[in-house]
C-alpha cells in the first residue's frame, strides 16, 4: 500500500506543479484570466474582457477563479488553478466510481486510462472552461450512476440525486445549457433502450429541480436585468446559432472528433474501440440498472451532437473521455494482452510518426525559427515513446499485464508532462508575456502608465499581463455587444486612431507589420519597440 500512496503523492505534486511552467498562451488562455482579475474591481454578476461586457459564457469558473486571485494573487499558476483542480479531481472521482460499481482494479484501470490521455491530461493543464464544465458533468454522472445504485436505500438514492441535480446545475453556470444537454439526453435515451422505468422514478424531481433552480436562475436573473440584451445574445446566438450554423466559422468535417480521440486516447484506443464497439454485450436484463449502458450512451451523445454542431473544437468532446476510460474498465477482459500489444505497436508507430514529423517540420520559416527550442524536445519525446512501446512488449511477453498497462499509460503521461514543461521554452510565438515585458521595461512613466493600443489585432494574455485594459482599434470580432454598449471604447478606423495617435504625446500600440507599414506611408510617427511574431510594438515617443 505504501508505494502507492507515494505514486499519489507524486503524481499530485506533479499535477498541479505543471500549471505553472508556462505563460498564458493564445488565444484562451489569457482570456480566462483577464476576465476574473476585471471581476475582482467590483462587478461580480456580469463579466467584462477589456473592459468591455463579456456575455459569451457563465461566471462560475471566473468566480472561481478571481477568488484564488484574491487568497493567492494574480498568476500563471492561479489563473489555471480551477481547470487543474478540475482535472485532478476527475481522476479521484473515476478512481472512486469504478472502484464502487466493478472494484478496486476496474478503479485503478480507470485512473491510469485518465492519465493516457493526451486530451484529458493537456486539457487539464490548460486555461479553457471545458475541464471544469467536464468535471461538472462527470460529477453529476457519478452521482446518477450511485444513486441508480442504492435503489434498496431510497434516502441514500435521492441524496446522490441530489448531488447530481446540483453538479448539473453548476456545469450551466460554467458553460450553458449543455451542462443539462449532455445529461438529459442520456437518461432519456438509455431508458428507452434498457426500458428501465425506474430510474425516472427515482430522479427525485421533487427536491432536485428547486434545488438546480436556487442555483442557477439567481445569476440569470441578475444579468439579465444588467444587461437588456443577454437573453437574446446568450440563449439564442450562443447556442442555437453557434452550434447550428457557421457563424462562428469553425466547421469541420464530420469524422473529425474521431481523429480528435483516436489521437487523444491513442494508446489504449484498441482498449477504447473494444468497449464503444460492443454496445449489445451487456450482462443485465432489460427493466434492471445497467451502468455501462448509461456510459456507452454519454459517450455516443457526446460524440454524435459534437459530430453533428457546425462548430468543431478539439476541447468539446473531453467530456467523453473520463466516462469512456469508466467504461473501458468496467470490462475485466479489457486491457490483456491483445490490446496491449497494439496499443504498445501504437506507442512505436507515434515515434516513428514523431521523427516524420521532426524530418519535414523544419521547411517553413516559422518552423525554423522554432527548431532551436523544439527539436531536443521532440527528440526526446520521440525516444521516450520508442521506450514505453519496448517496455509495454517485454512486460506483456513475461504475462505481466496489469504492469505492462501501468507502463503504458504512466509513460505516455510522462511524455506529455514533458511537453508541457518544453512549452516554455517558445512562449514568444504563442503568448503576449514578452511584448507586455517589453512595452513595461520601455515605460518612462510607471505611475503614470501611457494608454495602449491594439490595432487591428488584439491578443488575449496583453490585458493580463499589463494589469489594465488596452484600446481597441479598428477590431471588433467576440467585442461587438461589448463595444455596442460602450462604442467609446473602441476606435473605429485606423484614420481616427491617427488623429488621437499624432495628438498625444505617449502611447504604446501592437499592431501587423503590414498595419504598420501603412502607418509610416501616412506619415504617423512611431518608434520600434519590440518585434513580436508577426506583430511590431511601436510607442509614440
Aim: charged residues 15%; glycine residues 8%.
Amino acid at each position: 500500500m505504501k508505494p502507492v500512496i507515494v505514486a499519489g503523492a507524486a503524481l499530485t505534486v506533479l499535477w498541479f506543479a505543471l500549471l505553472a511552467q508556462r505563460p498564458l498562451y493564445e488565444p484562451d488562455e489569457g482570456r480566462y484570466a483577464e476576465i476574473p482579475r476585471e471581476m475582482l474591481a467590483g462587478d461580480w454578476v456580469t463579466p467584462h474582457l477589456d473592459g468591455l461586457v463579456y456575455l459569451e459564457k457563465p461566471p462560475l469558473q471566473y468566480w472561481i477563479t478571481a477568488i484564488f486571485y484574491k487568497m493567492f494573487g494574480e498568476s500563471e499558476a492561479t489563473a489555471r488553478l480551477c481547470t487543474g483542480l478540475a482535472g485532478y479531481l476527475s481522476l479521484l472521482t473515476v478512481f472512486l466510481v469504478s472502484r464502487r460499481l466493478w472494484g478496486l482494479e476496474a478503479g485503478y484501470k480507470a485512473l491510469l486510462l485518465c492519465l493516457g490521455s493526451a486530451l484529458f491530461v493537456l486539457l487539464g493543464h490548460q486555461l479553457t472552461l471545458d475541464m471544469t464544465l467536464s468535471f461538472f458533468l462527470l460529477f453529476a454522472l457519478a452521482c446518477f450512476l450511485c444513486a441508480q445504485c442504492e435503489r434498496r436505500e431510497a434516502r441514500r438514492g435521492a441524496a446522490w440525486m441530489l448531488g447530481c441535480w446540483a453538479a448539473m446545475a453548476l456545469a450551466v453556470l460554467t458553460k450553458g445549457l449543455i451542462g443539462l444537454l449532455i445529461p438529459g439526453a442520456t437518461l432519456l435515451i438509455y431508458v428507452s433502450w434498457q426500458r428501465d422505468w425506474e430510474a425516472l422514478r427515482r430522479l427525485n424531481v421533487r427536491w432536485g429541480l428547486p434545488l438546480f433552480a436556487l442555483i442557477t436562475l439567481p445569476w440569470f436573473v441578475l444579468v439579465a436585468r444588467a444587461n437588456p440584451v443577454f437573453l437574446k445574445f446568450f440563449f439564442i446566438r450562443e447556442h442555437f446559432e453557434r452550434f447550428l450554423t457557421p457563424i462562428e466559422h469553425r466547421s469541420e468535417p464530420w469524422w473529425f472528433f474521431l481523429t480528435v480521440l483516436g489521437i487523444g486516447t491513442l494508446p489504449w484506443l484498441p482498449i477504447a474501440l473494444r468497449a464503444l464497439l460492443a454496445p449489445g454485450a451487456a450482462a443485465v436484463p432489460r427493466g434492471e440498472f445497467d451502468p455501462r449502458r448509461v456510459l456507452w450512451v454519454w459517450c455516443v451523445f457526446v460524440w454524435a451532437f459534437f459530430s453533428c454542431s457546425d462548430a468543431k473544437l478539439i476541447p468539446y468532446v473531453l467530456p467523453l473521455v473520463p466516462a469512456l476510460a469508466m467504461l473501458c474498465a468496467a470490462d475485466a477482459a479489457a486491457g490483456k494482452r491483445r490490446e496491449l500489444i497494439l496499443g504498445a505497436v501504437l506507442s512505436l508507430l507515434a515515434c516513428i510518426g514523431v521523427l516524420a514529423f521532426v524530418g519535414g517540420f523544419w521547411t517553413s520559416v516559422s518552423a525554423r525559427a522554432l527548431a532551436p527550442q523544439m527539436r531536443p524536445v521532440i527528440l526526446w519525446t520521440a525516444g521516450l515513446l520508442a521506450a514505453i512501446g519496448a517496455a509495454c512488449l517485454l512486460l506483456i511477453g513475461r504475462r505481466r499485464h496489469d504492469a505492462a498497462l501501468a507502463v503504458l499509460c504512466l509513460g505516455w503521461f510522462l511524455g506529455l508532462c514533458t511537453v508541457l514543461l518544453a512549452a516554455e521554452r517558445v512562449q514568444g510565438f504563442f503568448s503576449a508575456k514578452d511584448v507586455a515585458l517589453a512595452l513595461i521595461a520601455d515605460s518612462r512613466s510607471p505611475s503614470a502608465p501611457a494608454p495602449v493600443y491594439a490595432v487591428q489585432i488584439y491578443d488575449q494574455s496583453l490585458p493580463f499581463y499589463l494589469k489594465r485594459p488596452v484600446a481597441l482599434v479598428d477590431y471588433r470580432d467576440e467585442f461587438t455587444p461589448g463595444l455596442s454598449q460602450a462604442p467609446g471604447r473602441g476606435i473605429a478606423t485606423l484614420g481616427e486612431f491617427s488623429e488621437r495617435w499624432r495628438s498625444s504625446s505617449a502611447g504604446y500600440a501592437i499592431m501587423p507589420f503590414e498595419t504598420f507599414d501603412e502607418l509610416a506611408a501616412r506619415g504617423v510617427p512611431m518608434r520600434g519597440v519590440s518585434r513580436y511574431r508577426d506583430q511590431i510594438l511601436v510607442s509614440r515617443q
